[in-house]
Structure formats: C-alpha cells, structure tokens
C-alpha cells in the first residue's frame, strides 16, 4: 500500500474516531447536565436553593424586563448581566422561563410614552431619570431598570436597580447585579408560594396601630398573610404564626403575657422585637420645643437579657443625621424655614455584610437607644444596625430641645462610635420562667411547658419608629415606610424590615445569596484616557501579527516536510 493511501486511510480513522466522540459525548450530554462556570467568584452558579426553586416550576414564568434601548454603559451591563442570568434560570428550569426586553420609550408620541409610564409606575416599577451629555448640553432620559414577573395568572414587580445613598454610580450597578439571582428567585418563590406563612402584628400593649404600620404591613402581605392578634393571656393566641411583630409597644406586658411569648420563643416561634425604652413625646415638643424623655416600664427586659441583650435606657445622638425645618427669622418678620441636622434622628449606614444589611440604603431612626449584647449559652449574635463614627449616648431623663438646632455641632465631643441599635439573636433560648414556675403549670401537659427552647431566631430593634410610617392625618393617607417629608427622600426602612422577616421565615436558605460578592473591575479612568489609544492598537494588532507568524511557520514547516 502506498504511503499517500495509508496517509489516507489514517485519516478517515482519526475522522470517524473524532465524529464517534462527539456524538457520544452528546448522547451523554443528554442524560447528564452540567454547566462549568470558570469565573473566579462563581458568578454564574447558582445556589442550591435557587435550583430546588426552579425544579419546583410546573408552568412558564413570563418576564418583561423593560432594560432595552439606547442608554450608558453601565445600564448596558445590567441589562446584558439580567439577560444572562436569566438564561442561567431557564436551562434550570426545563425550559419554564420565558422573557422579553422592551424599550417603554420606544413611541415618539408622548402622550403615549406617559401613559405606558404611568401604567408601568402603577404597577409597581420605579424609572430612574439619567442626565446625558450631548454637543449642546444634557437632556433628560428616564429608563426603567426593572421587570414584571407573571406566573399562573399572577404578577409581581421586579426593580432591578437597587439604590443606596453615598454608593458611587458602578457600586450601585453592581450590587444590582450581586443581587440579581436573590431578588428574581424572591420574585418566583412568592408567585409560586400556595400556602403562605402568617405573620402577626401583636397588639394589645399600646402597639403601632394599623395606620401607622400601613406601609410594611402592605409590603409584608406580599409573601405573607399578615393579621393583628391580642394575646389576652390566651395560651393558644399565637399558634399557627411563623413569626411576630411587636412594634413599639408603650404599656406593660402582663405576666402571663410574658409567659405566652415566652413560650412561642421555646417552641420555635420567631419575633421581630421592635421597641423603645424611652417614652419620647413627640406632640410635646412640637407643641413646646422642648420636652424630657423617661423610661417606659414595658416588662420585657428580664426576657431581653435572659435571650441575650440589654436595650438600654438611653438615647444615641448622632452628626450623621436627617434634618428637620426650623424658623431663622427673626420675630416679627416673615417665617423663613431652613433645614438643619437633628441629631436625634440618626442615620444609620449598614455596612455589615450580612443577607439582613448587605446592600441596603441609609435606614432613618428617630430617638433610637443602645443594645448591649449578653453572654447566653447557645445563642449567637450578630449586630445588623450601628451608629456612625460621630455618635454619643445621653442617658435618661433624656432633654430633648429644639434650641439643640441653632448649635453649632462640635465633633470632638461625639465620642461615642458605633453603638448598636439592630441585633439579631439566633440558637437555643433558655425560657424566662425556668426554676420560676409552680410544678403543676410546668408539669401540665395540657400547657406543655418548655424550659430549653428549640433552634429559632429573633431580631431586637431598639428603636420603635423604624417601622413606622408617617402619615397625612388630614386625609388618613400614609407614606411609604421611610419616607422623609420634609428631605423628601424615602431611606431604606421598609427593606431593611423586609430582610428582617424574610430572614427570619425563611426555610430554604433563599436569603443567603444575598451575601455573594461579585468582584467590581472598573477600568483605571486616568490610565485610559493617557493609554488608550497605545492600548486599542496593541488588541488590534498584535493578535493579527501573532496570526501572521503562525501562519509563517506553519508555512515553513509544511514546506520542508513535503520538499523531503
């Protein structure tokens, strides 16, 4: 045989060998999936939780992201990044989610671009309104960086863009895209939830009324069936609820009110302890411009401890701070109202890196207090919310005075940093009443005294305004839960009680995505505009130079091989 034919022959073999591979490897591929993510944070891993989501799906989940149009970079790269995450969900999920990128502002006609917004905002989606450079100056563009989400007949926001005071524009973008998986496996968990849990709101204690937790009660009713429950020494009132919400309660608990919450802890049950050890009377020092502020005697601090917290009676002042108006006229003349900075309503900055805080926007607080946390035995602690680096406490009776407005602040003497005001508390909470109860009640089976409770979790908050909304008392209408009315600015209140209790309700892990980090590689601004042009044409030619000696040698190789 000639050595051309056996040239020949091996290569048809090397031929039908490679095409035999690969149509082995595909007939395998079929029965076995597998991704390879080769990004060094995994940023297209999906969590286990996430995939046991979306192995649940029995139906298409319909997206409309409307991210789609003519808009910066950045906006670009959350959308390209959206696109691919949700990509990432449909190959986990047999093929059930479906989407579409729109441009809402695609009409030329504004009447009509105005109404696809107004429909748009009334269901749900927040626009962002850009200023961009053009050779005669900026013109407005507003953009909706989010999606609506329909599974079964039922539809749910989603905002892409997550906001945060004091983040730079690409920090922001990409804690959106870090958020990405979390906020879009939320989204379906909640349209695909058939049962879902109860939450109660306690009532009976001088609690935040309806009106005033108006906001997150609405927020809440989302995921959750939420209700008012009074305990009325009833042993039974808080079964059947996943979690409680005690929202700055100004009388005392009872002792067998104590008794029933304390064993709603024993037995599983989670609360969001939301509470102020100082009666601060707001309508007095509107009406006075100057008031003292004294402990409440609530009841609940002998439980506190005994879980592994103190609330202190005192109050934390802060130079990181809303602003209030106040009347620089002078009497006689016209009123002239400016803002200033009221350093008893601190702004706290969550910077800790935990699924309840990681990536929030500045939560508003309004005469907060302390916590010190107590060493417990199989409970861990982990601190959620603390005051800035100027910060002091005052201790009670606590003056508090409008006057405190026409100071000028001295920082030297705010000496007090980072004090804490959230804590969550998590593992095995021994029961208040332990060694303190009669044999016949602890023995009773019929109420099934528990002294070491089972694993569960709580959050104290020791400040009972974060989770009030205020309101219109002349039309009965409340703000969003926040809302500053006179910075006009909404902070990151509702969200921040959101995490609270998802966090604390949820069974699958969910929430711990919210803790990935995705590494932020900006581009040196400076080094590009010295080096880009050196930089573009060394991509662009060195690659074709690099073809071109390859080329070369294979030339050079072939020639002498077949010239032999």
Request: net charge positive; charged share 25%; with cysteine.
């Amino acid at each position: 045989m000639s050595e051309i034919n056996k040239n020949k022959k091996r290569d048809l073999t090397a031929l039908a060998l490679a095409v035999l591979i690969i149509v082995l490897l595909n007939f395998v591929g079929s029965f076995v999936f597998h991704r390879f993510d080769l990004t060094a944070e995994k940023r297209y891993t999906l969590s286990d939780a996430t995939k046991n989501l979306l192995s649940e799906i029995n139906d298409v989940v319909y997206v409309k992201v409307y991210l789609d149009g003519d808009f910066p970079a950045g906006f670009k790269r959350l959308r390209d990044e959206t696109r691919e995450m949700l990509d990432e969900f449909r190959a986990y999920s047999n093929d059930n989610i479906e989407y579409e990128f729109i441009n809402p502002s695609v009409s030329d006609n504004k009447k009509q671009q105005n109404e696809i917004y107004k429909q748009l905002y009334d269901k749900g989606l927040e626009p962002t309104n850009l200023e961009v450079k053009e050779e005669n100056g900026t013109t407005q563009q507003i953009i909706w960086p989010a999606a609506l989400v329909t599974y079964k007949g039922r539809e749910l926001p989603w905002q892409l863009l997550k906001t945060q005071m004091g983040q730079s524009a690409e920090g922001q973008l990409n804690n959106s895209i870090q958020a990405l998986e979390y906020e879009f496996a939320s989204v379906i968990r909640n349209l695909s939830k058939v049962i879902r849990p109860q939450i109660g709101f306690i009532e009976g204690h001088g609690e935040l009324d309806t009106l005033a937790t108006y906001d997150i009660a609405a927020a809440l009713s989302e995921f959750y069936i939420v209700k008012r429950v009074e305990i009325k020494q009833q042993l039974k009132a808080l079964e059947g609820y996943k979690a409680i919400v005690i929202a700055k309660p100004d009388t005392a608990f009872s002792e067998q009110d104590q008794f029933i919450l304390d064993q709603y802890i024993m037995k599983g049950g989670k609360v969001l302890w939301v509470v102020d050890p100082i009666n601060m009377p707001v309508d007095s020092l509107s009406r006075m411009g100057r008031v003292m502020a004294v402990p409440y005697t609530l009841g609940i601090d002998k439980m506190l401890y005994k879980y592994g917290v103190r609330v202190n009676e005192n109050m934390v002042v802060d130079m990181q701070c809303s602003a209030i108006p106040i009347n620089k006229a002078l009497k006689g003349q016209q009123p002239r109202f400016e803002l200033m900075p009221w350093i008893f309503s601190p702004l706290l900055n969550p910077t800790l890196d935990h699924p309840i805080a990681k990536n929030l926007d500045i939560i508003k607080t309004d005469f907060a207090s302390t916590i010190d946390t107590i060493e417990q035995k199989g409970v861990k602690k982990t601190i959620l919310l603390q005051s800035s680096k100027y910060s002091k406490t005052l201790v009670q009776p606590v003056r508090v005075d409008l006057n405190y407005l026409r100071f000028q602040l001295d920082e030297k003497q705010f000496n007090n940093p980072y004090q804490n005001v959230a804590v969550l508390l998590e593992g095995e909470f021994q029961s208040v009443f332990k060694n303190r109860i009669p044999p016949e009640i602890a023995n009773d089976s019929a109420i099934g005294f528990k002294a070491n409770g089972v694993k569960t979790a709580m959050i104290v908050i020791s400040d009972g305004d974060i989770i009030r909304n205020d309101v219109q008392y002349q039309t009965r209408k409340p703000y969003p839960l926040g809302f500053d009315k006179y910075t006009q600015r909404t902070y990151g209140n509702r969200n921040f009680i959101l995490n609270c209790i998802n966090y604390l309700c949820d069974d699958s892990g969910l929430i711990s995505v919210r803790a990935r980090e995705l590494t932020l590689r900006l581009l040196d601004k400076k080094k590009v505009k010295n080096e880009g042009t050196k930089w573009k044409v060394i991509n662009t030619a060195v690659p074709l130079l690099l073809v071109i000696v390859y080329g070369l040698i294979y030339y050079y190789i072939r020639k002498r091989k077949y010239s032999s």
